[in-house]
T-cell receptor, first 115, second 115 residues
Framework: NAGVTQTPKFQVLKTGQSMTLQCAQD?????MSWYRQDPGMGLRLIHY???????DQGEVPNGYNVSRSTTEDFPLRLLSAAPSQTSVYFC??????????????FGPGTRLTVL | AQSVSQHNHHVILSEAASLELGCNYS??????LFWYVQYPGQHLQLLLK??????LVKGIKGFEAEFIKSKFSFNLRKPSVQWSDTAEYFC?????????????FGAGTRLAVHP
């Protein structure tokens, strides 16, 4: 049971480049989400999904796309990277549970720098 | 929109001192409440959670938190901190609305414990 895995661990992009951050979980969780962590701002929700084929926007969705074709995978795409997207990105997953959700399990993070 | 406020951004304590970190949230409906911890260089881990029942919740490593509904608060406490508690602590709230749940984080409190 690997939990939540993310690749790559580190990435440097030039402005305008595109890339996909990968996230996978092997716990059969319905709920998956992407956060970005910036100093002094905590974690902010980018996009989330409650199941295959269902995604929705979080607090800071602009510049990011997601899709969920399987229960296990939830990739995050940056179509045209900007320096403002320099951050640490965390993927998380959980069962939906009752009354709003359950404990989320976090991946190890991807540190992205956009030059 | 929901929001989560953590009152202290940086806290410095000596070992054996008592700790209380404040957390207030803005959502008036049914909520689930969490405290997560991020040790240096690591990803987020759950300290404790409140879904319902006894408003005094005990978590791992001697931490506890009290849910006070009338004050929209969920403060984290530990009677005697150790150097190994040096970390960043995040309060988070989920709410169940429209069939989906979102986990919203506070900005975090960075705790440094000196021997």
């Amino acid at each position: 049971n690997a939990g939540v895995t993310q690749t790559p661990k580190f990435q440097v992009l030039k402005t305008g480049q595109s890339m996909t951050l990968q996230c996978a979980q092997d716990m059969n969780h319905e709920y998956m989400s992407w956060y970005r962590q910036d100093p002094g701002m905590g974690l902010r929700l980018i996009h989330y999904s409650v199941g295959a084929g269902i995604t929705d926007q979080g607090e800071v969705p602009n510049g990011y796309n997601v899709s969920r074709s399987t229960t296990e995978d939830f990739p995050l795409r940056l179509l045209s990277a900007a320096p403002s997207q320099t951050s640490v990105y965390f993927c998380a997953s959980s069962f939906l549970g009752t009354s709003g959700g359950d404990e989320q399990f976090f991946g190890p993070g991807t540190r992205l720098t956009v030059l | 929109a929901q929001s989560v406020s953590q009152h202290n951004h940086h806290v410095i304590l000596s070992e054996a001192a008592s700790l209380e970190l404040g957390c207030n949230y803005s959502y008036g409906g049914t909520v689930n409440l969490f405290w997560y911890v991020q040790y240096p260089g690591q990803h987020l881990q759950l300290l404790l959670k409140y879904f319902s029942g006894d408003p005094l919740v005990k978590g791992i490593k001697g931490f506890e938190a009290e849910f006070i509904k009338s004050k929209f608060s969920f403060n984290l406490r530990k009677p005697s901190v150790q150097w190994s508690d040096t970390a960043e602590y995040f309060c988070a709230v989920t709410s169940f609305s429209g069939g989906y749940n979102k986990l919203i984080f506070g900005a975090g409190t960075r705790l440094a414990v000196h021997p």
